[in-house]
Structure formats: C-alpha cells, structure tokens
C-alpha cells in the first residue's frame, strides 16, 4: 500500500467507511469497518491525516484518533455537502470528506475539538432545555384540560398549585379526572425539583469557570449565555474577527446581492440554535427593561430603538453582544460596564 496523506472517515452508529488517499492524490483504501474495528484498524495504521464531519460522536472519534497518533479533524457538515456525487451512500460521503479536507477554504474552518468536561457542561444545559420544555408542556396540559371543566387558570407557574387545588375541591369534576390531574401535578413538581438540582449543578460550573465569571458582566448575558458561550467556544481564535464569531452563531444577514446592488435580508440562522437563541432572549429581556424605564440604554441602543422595532434592535443586539464575547475571549480582558459607551475595555489584572 501506498503512503497514506488523508483519510475520510464517515461514521455512523455502527458502520463505518473509510477513503484513503494516497501521496499522487490516488485512491488507495477504501474500507469498510464495524465499531469495534475502528480503533484496532488505526492503531496499527502509521499516522496520517483524519477527517470527519462534525456530527453526533464526533468529539470523542476524534480524541480516540488523537491518542493513537493521528492528526484527526472536524469539518462542518456543509463543507462536505458540496463534494458529494450524485446519489447519498456511505462510500460517496468518505469521499466527500477526503476531498474537502484537502480544501485551503475548508481547512480554514476545521471545528475545534470540544473536550470531555466542555461535552459534559453542553449535556447539564441540554437536559435541563429539556425538563423545562417538558415543565412548559404539562402546565399547558393541565391548562387545558382544566378549561373542558369550567376552569381557568391564570399566567404563570406559580398559578398552576392553586388551579390543582381548585380542581381537587371542585364537585363538579370527575373522579377519574382528578385523580389524572393529580398526577400530573406531581410530575409537575418532579420536574420543578429536578430543574432546580440543575440550576444548582449549572451555577457551581459557572462560578468555577474563569471565562464563564468574565462573560456574564456583559450586558443581556446571564449564567446560561455565560456557560453556553464558553462550553461551545473551546478555541475563539479559530475565527477571524468578531463578525466570523457572529456569523457562526447565524446572527449576520443573508446577502442576496447582484449586478453591484446590496441586497440584505434577514439573519442566515445557519449556526448554533440554541446560542442564538440565549442571545436574543437576553436582549429582548434587556429591551424590554428599558421600554419600562427600569433601565437605561447606552447611546447606541437607544438611537437603535428609535429607527428599528423592538424585535430588529434585539436581533441587531445579540449581534453586537457576540461580537463583544469574542473580544473577551481571545484579548482575556474583562468588560467595563462604565466605560460602555466608548466599548472600552479593561485587562484582567485591572
């Protein structure tokens, strides 16, 4: 066999397909491995060049690889699509993945490794995105349920215990109904409690990590956004500026320009979802302060809000708070909140 320069690896749960090229830029392997096959083939393979597209387990393939020597890479799935031939198969796709790595642009944009307890932190935030959504749909089942019998309740969670109360007291509601209610109340409170034994598990990774400590002084950035933003950003430096950080996120509008008109649309929404949303929620939550005069923008919001709807200056916002998080973690400097109108900033030293 020839001297291997790259490897595409496609993965899967349990199949995985490999595409090796050689130093002519010929095909020289191309395999097909079961799981258990994987890390046994590589250990005893020389060391060369591994990609892989950005997906689920991803993280931990590539962290294997890097033990046995090999230089192994993430490519954002996107990147990859473009190379794919006609038709959708495991083979096309490792071919897809040998080729873009071998791309200047693509190699531009390999996503950083993300480690073991950055992996952990995203999971805490995850199950507990989860147990909130799922505490939203029992309280709106409980709702509505409650109103087939004459019973509304008002906003609010901590409404939900008194129209319990008063559907258990009500004579006009079934038995069977109320034993349903019942129940669903205590899984209400499960949840509650175990949302709230994350809350805590969150804060303590929060005030234990430095970066997470800097973040949250910005303004509209909680210890959500705070924990987000340093658990899914493991290397700021891998973007160029700000606006690349931004745009990652899917905070920049799409450019639909032509025949030298600038035509801007709306933002792309291609990067992080859940990030982005954390933004925009705290710029809204911030905006909405100010409209009720329990908070005071700076001279450049306020200008905003006199020109854009409230939605727009949020998202226009967001934006601006990504770019600022980015400064913060390549420069390590902490955000001055009294020097905000000249977007100073001061050294950690300070």
């Known amino acids: ?158 409404k939900i215990e008194p129209l319990l109360l008063r559907l258990a007291d009500e004579q006009e509601v079934p038995a069977l109904a109320k034993d349903l209610f019942a129940g669903l109340g205590q899984e209400l409170a499960r949840i509650e409690r175990h949302i709230e034994k994350l809350d805590t598990r969150l804060m303590a990774f929060h005030r234990g990590n430095e970066l997470s400590r800097r973040l949250v002084a910005i303004p ?29 996120i899917g905070l ?21 979802e859940a990030l982005r949303k954390t933004l925009v929620l705290g710029a809204t939550a911030l905006i909405q302060q100010i409209r009720k005069g329990r908070s005071k923008p700076s001279p450049w919001l306020a200008q905003l809000l006199t020109r854009k709807p409230p939605k727009l200056a949020a998202v226009a916002l967001a934006n601006k708070t990504a770019r600022i998080a980015w400064k913060l973690m390549v420069s390590g400097e902490r955000y001055d909140d009294r020097r905000a109108t000249t977007r100073a900033l001061v050294p950690v030293a300070a």
């Open 1 to 158: 066999m020839k001297k291997l320069i790259r490897i595409g690896l496609d993965t899967s749960k349990s199949v995985f397909q490999l595409h090796g090229i050689d130093e002519n830029e010929e095909l020289t392997l191309k395999k097909k491995l079961r799981r258990k096959e994987v890390l046994k083939f590589f250990a005893d393979l020389a060391p060369t060049k591994v990609g892989l597209e950005a997906c689920g387990s991803a993280h931990y393939w590539v962290r294997e690889l890097k033990k046995l020597g090999h230089d192994a890479v993430l490519i954002p799935p996107q990147y990859v699509k473009p190379y794919v031939d006609r038709g959708k198969n495991d083979a096309a796709d490792a071919q897809a993945i040998a080729e873009a790595m071998s791309r200047p642009k693509v190699q531009k944009r390999f996503v950083p490794v993300k480690d073991p307890e950055q992996q952990a932190a995203l999971m805490l935030m995850k199950v507990r995105d989860q147990l909130v959504g799922r505490r939203t749909q029992l309280a709106n089942s409980i709702r509505g349920h409650a109103a087939e019998f004459g019973l509304v309740g008002a906003k609010g969670f901590a």
């Open 220 to 248: 509209t950035v909680g210890p959500i956004g705070a924990c987000l933003l340093a658990a899914k950003t493991p290397d700021p430096n891998a973007f160029r500026s700000g606006r690349d950080f931004a745009a990652w």
């Open 252 to 272: 920049t509008p799409k450019d639909h320009s032509t025949a030298g008109k600038v035509r801007m649309g709306g933002i792309t929404r291609a990067g992080d």
